[in-house]
């Protein structure tokens, strides 16, 4: 007899695909459908003009796109990075150095993006990056920095570095350690922070908005504006772009990552 | 002796509070030396610190004639190896061998040879292109070994490397050991573990209370323990607390004639075991007690046996005596080992 815990589990794994699915579908039909009104099930018409919007003349999205994904690589990489070297070093401190990094890095995290914009925006200005993209990256990099630091806290609190020390006595330089051992043995780690960076970065509205003063377009403030504006055709085509990268980028790297094995000593 | 590895009164800190305190110890080129300590005594931070993975407070590492104790692990010319193999997941057999060498730069065919010539000497030839997540634990040591080994160490530091080996790999890896030989090259295992220490050792050093209390053979080791500390680690069950008198041995259990070099005063003459049997009606018993325990081991069954107020572990004889019993006890004298003072282990 089949137990009702085993029943759950079986009914709630198509219930999770099917909210996975059903916006993305409704997105989908939004983006090529106009004069859909409830309680139609599906559009009155159907045309492919949002979509030129992202590649055609004068388009917004497109650019938008790329702004994006511009930002939302060199966020991630950055944070990545950051992140790796500020996680380690907060894992080996002991007492109140420890206690302080950890607050530190959980600081933007915790902090509302609207607040951290605020508080980013004086020292911005200040430093001559209002309104310009490498201001909006820096006020990206703040919170990816947060969350790649805390992700990487994680990793070297229970990492015992035995293979490094092993490399070590074996004749390896530190610069040969990062190179020849760390880095190898942890690149699912550094491309999960990669993705983790970028994805704080892609989704932000509040930061861009402030840091960027309305000049850096990303696709997020694009959407925000369509919706604004009741184009509801050209938000929903935005906000499938919005979704489409980070699930795809997602799927490759567990592609890339099938055959990485991970062996513990 | 040409000396792998001289340490002069080295200190180290278990963290912030004094670990080891002053050892002192030589490892000649070619020899095993075992490091002999119950656990939480301070084996792998001595070993991770003649490595240069924990920092020296005092004293000096001098290997391969150099002073290296100021020097980063990878210019020590000591390899450490972790209890547990740390090949690196991402290289497979051939490349983990390799990794020393691949560091000082040598030609790719010099590499691919000498690589197959470690293998074969370890018996793994056939596993070269496994990743380390495909090999059992004794291949992983085997492999561990052989890139220690490439790296043409003048130390090896082996930290317990059969503790976490089931009894059919222990003898495997064993073997393996006794059977790397390297002219120019010293050894130092740690182990906690007696029969392998026995099995190991060109010679034991037993570390005790922070510092190395004594160097030598194994057997001359469990015949004559220096302290009565070490004889208690070295489970040596027999320990009487008496003087030494006018050429004989007085106890609670009476006067036992000794002769040679006995150092005169209190003294806690300690014997094994196999010094101590039962008397048979041929043999004249020098003491008399009551059976109150058996001990069951798999090759000498003992018996414990109670004499006023001393108790002594014999060998049991065939048929076991039972408990409560009276028995004879015969001690073989040119056995019993004399140690200066009292039994304070």
């Given at each position: 007899m089949t137990s009702v815990p085993a029943m759950l589990r079986r009914g709630l794994l198509p219930l999770l695909l099917l909210s996975a699915a059903m916006p993305l579908a409704i997105l989908g039909l939004a983006s090529i459908g106009s004069d859909w009104f409830f309680p139609?099930?599906?559009?009155?018409?159907?045309?492919?003009?949002?979509?030129?919007?992202?590649?055609?003349?004068g388009a917004l999205l497109g650019p938008a796109l790329l702004a994006s994904a511009a930002l939302a690589l060199a966020t991630?990489?950055?944070?990545?990075?950051?992140?790796?070297?500020?996680?380690?070093?907060?894992?080996?401190?002991?007492?109140?150095?420890?206690?302080i990094g950890a607050g530190a890095a959980f600081l933007p995290v915790a902090a509302p993006p609207v607040a951290l914009a605020t508080g980013l925006h004086a020292t911005l200005l200040g430093a001559g990056l209002g309104s310009s993209i490498v201001g909006v990256f820096v006020a990206h990099v703040v919170p990816a920095c947060g969350y790649t630091t805390l992700y990487f806290l994680g990793i070297f609190t229970v990492r015992e570095g035995g293979h490094e020390d092993a490399a070590r006595t074996l004749g390896a330089g530190r610069f040969d350690v990062l190179r020849r051992v760390t880095i190898p043995m942890m690149h699912r780690e550094l491309l999960e922070a990669l993705l983790l960076g970028a994805i704080v970065s892609w989704g932000q509205v509040a930061l861009t908005l402030v840091a960027g003063g309305g000049s850096v377009r990303t696709l997020p403030l694009e959407v925000i504006d369509y919706l604004v504006a009741g184009q509801d055709q050209l938000a929903a085509t935005g906000s499938l772009l919005l979704v489409i990268p980070p699930l795809a980028a997602f799927g490759l790297m567990r592609l890339a990552l099938r055959n990485v094995e991970l062996v513990l000593p | 002796m040409t000396v792998a590895l001289r340490l002069d009164s080295m200190a180290v800190n278990f963290g912030s509070v004094a670990g080891l305190t002053d050892v002192t110890l030589a490892v000649a080129r070619g020899e095993r030396v075992v490091l002999l300590a119950p656990s939480g005594a301070g084996k792998t931070t001595l070993l991770r610190a003649i490595a240069g993975l924990e920092p020296v407070v005092n004293g000096s590492v001098v290997v391969g004639g150099r002073d290296v104790t100021n020097d980063p692990p990878e210019s020590r010319g000591a390899v450490y190896l972790h209890q547990t193999p740390m090949l690196f997941p991402h290289l497979d057999v051939a490349a983990n061998v390799a990794f020393p060498m691949r560091l000082r730069g040598i030609d790719r065919d010099d590499i691919s040879r000498r690589v197959s010539e470690l293998l074969a000497s370890v018996q793994v030839s056939e596993l070269a292109g496994r990743r380390p997540g495909a090999l059992s634990g004794g291949q992983r040591h085997r492999v561990a070994l052989a890139r220690a080994i490439a790296a043409n160490p003048q130390m090896l530091l082996l930290d317990e490397p059969l503790a976490s080996l089931d009894p059919g790999l222990r003898q495997d890896v064993r073997q393996v050991l006794t059977r790397t030989h390297l002219d120019g090259t010293g050894m130092l295992i740690a182990t906690h573990d007696l029969d392998d220490a026995v099995l190991l050792a060109d010679r034991v050093a037993v570390l005790l209370g922070g510092r190395i209390a004594q160097v030598a053979p194994a057997e001359e080791l469990f015949r004559a323990p220096a302290t009565v500390a070490i004889a208690a680690f070295l489970g040596i069950p027999n320990r009487i607390t008496g003087r030494v008198e006018d050429g004989a041995f007085c106890s609670s259990m009476g006067r036992l004639p000794v002769g040679g070099a006995v150092p005169h005063g209190p003294v806690v003459a300690v014997f094994a075991v196999d010094a101590v049997t039962v008397a048979t009606g041929d043999e004249q018993a020098g003491v008399f007690g009551e059976v109150v325990e058996l001990h069951r081991h798999l090759r000498h069954p003992s018996i414990i046996v109670q004499c006023g107020s001393v108790t002594l572990e014999a060998l049991a004889p065939r048929p076991v005596p039972s408990r409560g019993a009276t028995v004879g006890l015969v001690i073989d004298p040119s056995v019993i080992h004399f140690v200066p003072g009292t039994d304070d282990a």
């Open positions: 139609a099930l599906l559009p009155g018409t159907f045309s492919l003009a949002s979509w030129r919007n992202v590649v055609g003349t991630g990489l950055a944070a990545m990075v950051f992140g790796a070297f500020a996680g380690s070093a907060i894992a080996a401190a002991t007492g109140w150095r420890r206690v | -």
